[in-house]
């Protein structure tokens, strides 16, 4: 089938990816493109005749594919709204929206181009030596400059939100990498029986092999085998091993402690915890640094066989060839078999490769070699148009220049192991000079790693190695930790040899070294001459390595330029660190899904049929209000009102030790309270400071009953165990905040209310005030309690929450003649602040002990221990500077939470909680204010909305402060 | 941070699952000097290196214990419940 996209297709051949049988239409920038499907973005664009595929970060220069792997920041593009999507690995999807990002008004066209020029005026480190003074002027100026430069633009807010899901998963052993090495690592651990999880990024299987069309002698248990039909056998022996699970499309971006893998699989993150890892990663090709490196068609050789053998493209017409290892040959015999002329080979090796079959081909093709060569200019504006090619001398760079027409410049800089993971786990390097490439060593326990990431080139070698290194993870698997096996990289020679001649600054101004961020080799040699001398200092200064690719193009030529300008040895040198992510990872696939529980009590239907207005409280949904807060309250203070408690923090204390227990964690004494006794009290930090509040109930002698608030109950259960921890006490201490639901019923009339549904005694003398009780309320076994923080006479019933529906029902209704009405946590707020009840951790913080909060009476510091007690004891002695006290406002004016209180503009405290008092009409709270101030009838300022107010100080409660009503 | 901690109770499970509890201190007497308690407040010996430590198991049995760890490594090379860490 003729469709436009073939006009840029070679031949189809069965090692593509693509299917030519099946088209697919995407639009970039809202014009059609066909492609095929198994085609990237990147492959469908360039076969449609797209060079320029993105404008560079810094200088707006023209930027083209170049290592279609997905490895660098040039093909960077908008997909569906999403910015930074890598068009060369982004699979073609029929309506794709493509668009072009960081220009104006096309990559073709951008004006902002012009930056280029003025390089100059943007030197290295140019943000710290620019714009500073006067101060005034990087205001203006910031805004602009970070317009022009940057990467995409963040989506809109009503993009849709693409969810990823977070999975965890665990292997015996874990394969990073699809290539000879990780499959044969994976076939011979699993086949040991392992149970393995293998880990690729690629569509399908087969690392580098799926675009090798050589020929191999002998492969490993294959034999005589092209490199593609290799991968074809390993793969189809990997997906029948029933003890491997294959992930695809997913890149490992992070190794951590514990041997946890960071797996960006799409629209799911992946944890992988595996006892073993072996790292397959292979290597990455690194460019050549020669003057205009980054025009579009100067790009890596393996791109340019991944644009040809797995989608069919058609690179160009002709083709320049740079190398400093063998890499270069192969990839110039794949286009010249494709169609392409061939102008030159330039080797920077002095020596003609006489064994390497694909450079004997090209000389029998007639294909011009150069040992001794580099390439060291790239004709072009916006697109190559040929290079110059330059004689080398002891690895420098001579007069003697040749120039070549062509529209693909193929440059290959030698390998770098992709050993990020391993460094990231703490794993060593060392440069091995024969192989001109830094290799991973001392690997930290529980890593392995084989194949190319160990340096190691020949395919027969990779996939022994890959194999012993299955075999010696899954043995590890059975030893205590046993020290990790040497790698078999020693035994395995080196069969590659690479040079990578001198950068030679004078050679031009646009070397580029970092592709990303715009950094040439001057720049660096710059940073050098500043003094940033250091590879970790100059990174930071220089911004080299810091782009999208986090060095994988640029460390290289980075370490080498660094250790060339200095005079050190690589390993001198040495290398940035490597940390997580290895690759770009989008936000949503760190931050997962909102996962928020939210937990419901058991009346919580009820309140939403009345219409109660929800609001969050902790973990909780507890209704705010049913109608006016107002009215609530006021209902409470004249008739009957109820409120679901159940939210509460329940825990049941038991043991011989229990009293000793709360008489050490409490504040007060608990020992000497009797059975069928109610005592309120408070928890300190041994520092002294509050960390909860609440009533605590002895229902026997070994048996309490204990309540804290509601966000609290966890971390006091955890408290109490701490203090128990180690000691010989007998207690035991249970959360039973869900088992219990509770209904707080309040007001002068919630004792006729409360009668009607029990035989409890509940009359004045009958049942006092923080007093306890058992029995059966509406057929429901019960606790009742009497007490009221709202300073109402009231009883906190606790019953089992299944029956939460049912006694919230039976009160109602028996409330009905005397106007029962529910209340929310609005209208509670009201009615305690008008008793001067705290609530802790909102009217106190971290910092406050119940001296200061005005709270001395619930320290007992004649008790010889307790938790907090020596804080406290200098607490007492040496009174913080502020104190927690009442205030009633002296005009209308209402405060918020928080309001300032003021001396003149200054704060010299604040307001923590405020509310309009039904009680009094006036608006009054608490606040934390300067001790000198702190004393009744004493005046002082609150700022409400920008005016000051006055207000009188209380340290009574407005509402009862006797308590003579709680107790009627 | 993604270190696992064996609890005594429920064996290797990951760090998130626990509250760090802080290196062993031990309390002083009731009455001893205020400079003793300040000490024992606010001072830590903050070792580089092998450190005796409470772990609280929080989102498993909630169950105390003590960690002996590397704070330089997060490796974790014994835990014991604390009565046979404390004798």
């Given at each position: 089938m003729a469709s436009p996209a073939d006009r840029g297709r070679l031949a189809e051949q069965g090692y593509q990816v693509t299917n030519r049988a099946k088209t697919v239409a995407l639009n970039i920038n809202g014009r059609p493109v066909h492609a095929y499907h198994g085609d990237t973005v990147g492959s469908a664009l360039y076969a449609s005749?797209?060079?320029?595929f993105s404008r560079s970060f810094k200088y707006h220069r023209s930027r083209g594919l170049l290592c279609v792997s997905g490895q660098c920041a040039n093909c960077l593009v908008t997909v569906d709204g999403i910015p930074n999507v890598r068009a060369c690995t982004e699979r073609v999807v029929e309506g794709m929206d493509v668009r072009q990002q960081n220009?104006?008004?096309s990559v073709e066209h951008d004006a902002m181009s012009i930056i280029d020029r003025f390089d100059r005026l943007m030197p290295v480190g140019f943000y710290y030596k620019t714009?500073?003074?006067?101060?005034a002027f990087w205001k203006l100026v910031q805004p602009i400059i970070r317009r022009m430069t940057g990467l995409g633009s963040v989506p809109d807010k009503d993009q849709p939100v693409r969810h990823i899901r977070h999975e965890y998963a665990h292997a015996d052993v874990a394969v990073v990498g699809g290539g000879p090495a990780g499959m044969s690592a994976a076939l011979a651990a699993a086949g040991a029986g392992a149970q393995v999880m293998l880990i690729d990024d690629q569509p399908s299987l087969g690392g580098h092999l799926r675009y090798d069309v050589a020929s191999h002698d002998a492969l490993p248990g294959i034999g005589k085998s092209k490199g593609y039909e290799a991968a074809g056998r390993l793969r189809a022996e990997v997906e029948s091993s029933a003890n491997i699970v294959v992930l695809s499309d997913a890149s490992a971006f992070g190794l951590y402690d514990g041997n946890l893998l960071g797996i960006d699989a799409g629209n799911r993150t992946v944890k992988l915890r595996a006892k073993r890892i072996v790292v397959a990663t292979g290597s990455i090709e690194t460019p050549l640094t020669f003057d205009r490196n980054d025009l579009p068609g100067v790009m890596l050789t393996t791109g340019l066989q991944r644009l040809m053998h797995l989608y069919g493209v058609r690179p160009g017409s002709t083709a320049i060839v740079g190398t400093t290892g063998d890499q270069g040959y192969q990839a110039a015999l794949d286009m010249f078999h494709a169609g392409l002329r061939v102008a030159v080979v330039a080797d920077a090796r002095p020596e003609f490769p006489a064994d390497l079959e694909a450079a004997v081909e090209l000389q029998a093709h007639g294909v011009l070699i150069l040992p001794s060569h580099a390439l060291t200019r790239a004709e072009g504006v916006k697109k190559a148009v040929g290079a110059v090619v330059t004689r080398l001398e002891d690895g420098q760079i001579t007069m003697e220049e040749r120039q070549f027409d062509g529209d693909v410049i193929a440059m290959s800089g030698g390998f770098q192991p992709a050993s990020g993971l391993l460094h990231q786990l703490g794993a060593g390097s060392k440069y091995d000079a024969v192989l001109d490439e830094t290799v991973p060593m001392e690997?930290?326990?529980?890593l392995h790693s084989a194949g190319e990431v160990n340096g190691v080139h020949d395919l027969s070698a990779i996939i022994a190695q890959g194999r012993q290194t299955g075999v010696e993870a899954f043995a590890a698997l059975g030893g205590n930790g046993s020290a990790n096996v040497a790698q078999a990289s020693q035994e395995v020679s080196a069969t590659t040899t690479a040079v990578s001649p001198q950068v030679d600054m004078a050679q031009g101004a646009k070397q580029f070294v970092c592709f990303c961020e715009d950094v040439t080799a001057r720049d660096i040699a710059k940073g050098i001459d500043e003094g940033f001398a250091d590879v970790q200092t100059l990174k930071r200064y220089s911004t080299v390595t810091q782009g999208p690719c986090q060095g994988k193009m640029c460390h290289r030529a980075f370490a080498k330029i660094t250790a060339g300008q200095t005079g050190r040895s690589m390993d001198e040198t040495g290398a940035t660190t490597s940390r997580p992510p290895m690759t770009p990872v989008s936000l949503g696939a760190l931050a997962g899904p909102s996962h928020r529980p939210i937990k419901h009590t058991s009346m919580d239907r009820l309140h939403r049929e009345l219409g109660a207005r929800m609001i969050d409280s902790n973990v909780w949904h507890r209704p705010q209000m049913y109608g006016s807060p107002q009215e609530e309250a006021a209902n409470v203070r004249q008739g009957v009102g109820i409120i679901d408690v159940s939210t509460l923090g329940k825990l049941d204390v038991r043991g011989v030790d229990a009293p000793a227990l709360l008489d050490k964690l409490y504040t007060h004494h608990f020992s000497t309270l009797r059975p069928g006794r109610v005592r309120y009290g408070v928890i300190c930090s041994d520092n002294g400071t509050i960390m909860d509040d609440g009533t605590v109930t002895r229902l026997a002698d070994d048996h309490y009953f204990v309540t804290t608030s509601t966000a609290s109950v966890e971390t006091i259960e955890g408290w109490f165990k701490w203090w128990m921890a180690g000691t010989d006490m007998c207690a035991h201490v249970m959360d039973i905040t869900s088992g219990l639901a509770a209904i707080n019923v309040a007001g002068p009339l919630a004792r006729e209310t409360l009668a009607k549904l029990t035989d409890v005694d509940v009359s004045v003398k009958g049942f006092r005030y923080m007093r306890s009780k058992q029995g059966e309320v509406a057929g429901v076994p019960t606790t009742l309690l009497r007490i009221g923080f709202v300073g109402e006479s009231g009883w906190e019933l606790h019953f089992p929450a299944e029956y939460g529906e049912h006694m919230w029902n039976a009160l109602m209704e028996a409330g009905a003649e005397f106007g029962i009405k529910p209340f929310g946590t609005e209208a509670q707020r009201i009615l305690r602040l008008e008793k001067m009840h705290i609530i802790t951790n909102h009217d106190t913080d971290i910092l406050s002990n119940p001296i200061d909060a005005h709270m001395e009476w619930v320290v007992k510091l004649e008790k010889r221990d307790f938790i907090g007690r020596g804080a406290l004891v200098a607490a007492t002695e040496n009174p913080g500077r502020t104190r927690l006290v009442g205030f009633v406002m002296q005009d209308g004016a209402v405060p918020h939470d928080g309001s300032p209180v003021v001396a003149g503009f200054a704060p010299i405290g604040k307001v923590t909680s405020s509310r309009l008092s039904p009680t009094i009409g006036k608006g009054f709270g608490l606040a934390w204010i300067p001790v000198d101030l702190a004393e009744e009838g004493k005046s002082i300022q609150i700022l409400v909305d920008g005016k000051t107010h006055d207000a009188d100080v209380t340290l009574e409660p407005v509402y009862d402060p006797d308590g003579t009503k709680l107790r009627e | 941070m993604a270190f696992l901690i064996g609890c005594?109770?429920?064996?290797?499970?990951?760090?998130?699952?626990f509250q760090f509890g802080g290196e062993q201190v031990v309390r002083p007497k009731p009455d001893a000097a205020t400079l003793e308690w300040t000490k024992y407040f606010y001072v830590r010996r903050n070792v580089a290196g092998d450190q005796r430590e409470w772990w609280y198991h929080k989102l498993g049995c909630r169950k105390w214990f003590v960690a002996l760890r590397d704070t330089t490594t997060n490796k974790v090379h014994e835990t014991s419940w604390p009565h046979e860490a404390l004798s």
């Open positions: 005749g797209m060079r320029i220009a104006w008004p714009f500073h003074t006067p101060k690997l930290p326990a529980g | 005594p109770n429920c064996g290797e499970r990951n760090v998130y699952e």
